[in-house]
């Protein structure tokens, strides 16, 4: 029970949580025994502005923009200014829920949840296209995205569909033979969208559920690239368009959000490499920035090392 002034109002204990030393608290309880625990407190900017600070810092190192840093600050702030709290509830546990709260708005907001697993059961064969800039991980990620659908027991083929880089077919190759997943290249320097258009007809004719298209990714500034990749989307008709971006890239990986939502926009992003990204904190700003949802991260080179991206996540890594 709170205690109640003459006023019928609550009393507030004035000394600031921040400023409490040990002994002061044991004084404290020694004076009012039992009862304190009931005692209510009314949180005031001062007893949060060192939580604040040391949030501040954090975040930014983690890699969290400014402006997503002060947003989550705010609503820090907001969320326990003025809450009147018992000692029995731990402040700790208050800053946890806020900050969990807001990332997971960050990560909704404009940014329409898609369960692919779910997705790739509506029509078949579902068709995914992925796009993104040699060496983000790309032919990777092609073969954990297949490996997770393997494991769920769906067909898979993949379609080379980078007839210009010879490394990127053999390398898809390679994974194909050890996941034993069919798949359908083109001749080198041959035409891209036949090779998609032979893969989706091929898991028509033997019954495949899914179809993953590999897309070249060359200088992304490269114009023929521009035509050839609109022609692909034009042909192949994908359901599902996937962007992989590197963590480590940067202000990069914008540019190159930016180049392939203009050219074939997409659906969802990948992002590769959280593994040697300190903190992760990348994916926040990204899906903020992008305002598209980041689905699945890379957290390694196996091919177990794809899982899908949510709040409880990057909540533990940032703040374990
Ligand atoms: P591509 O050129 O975009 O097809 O890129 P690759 O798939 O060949 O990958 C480039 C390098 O990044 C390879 O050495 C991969 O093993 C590595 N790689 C890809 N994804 C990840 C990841 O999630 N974590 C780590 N640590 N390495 C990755």
Known sequence: MPEKSSEGKVSEDTTSYSLNTEGEKKEKEQRFGFLNFFKYKEIKEDDVSDIVEELRTELLESDI?????????????????????SRREDIEELVKDSLKKSIKE???????????????????????????????GKTTTIAKFAYMLKKRGLKVIVAAADTFRAAAQEQLAIHCEKLEIPLVRGKYGGDPASVA?????????????????DTAGRMHTD?????ELKR????????????????????????????????????????TKIDADTKGGIAISLAYE???P???????????????????????????
């Open 65 to 85: 923009s400014y402006d997503i840093t002060e947003k989550i600050l705010e609503d820090l702030k907001s969320s326990l200014i003025g809450k009147k709290i």
């Open 106 to 136: 960050i990560l909704e907001k404009n940014n329409s949840y898609l369960d692919v697993m779910e997705r790739v059961k509506i029509k078949r064969p579902y068709v995914v296209m992925f796009f993104g800039v040699n060496g983000v």
């Open 197 to 213: 258009f032979d893969a989706i007809q091929s898991a028509k004719s033997r019954g495949f559920d899914v179809v993953l298209i």
């Open 223 to 227: 114009k023929d690239l521009t035509e």
């Open 232 to 271: 692909i989307v034009r042909i192949s008709k994908p359901d599902l368009k996937l962007l992989v971006l590197d963590s480590l890239a940067g202000n990069d990986a914008l540019e190159q959000a930016k180049y392939f939502e203009r050219v074939v926009d997409y659906d969802g992003v990948i992002l």
């Open 290 to 292: 992008l305002k598209k």
């Open 294 to 320: 980041v689905l699945y991260i890379g957290i390694g080179q196996t091919y177990d090392d794809l899982i899908p991206f949510t709040p409880e996540w990057i909540m533990e890594r940032l703040f374990s």
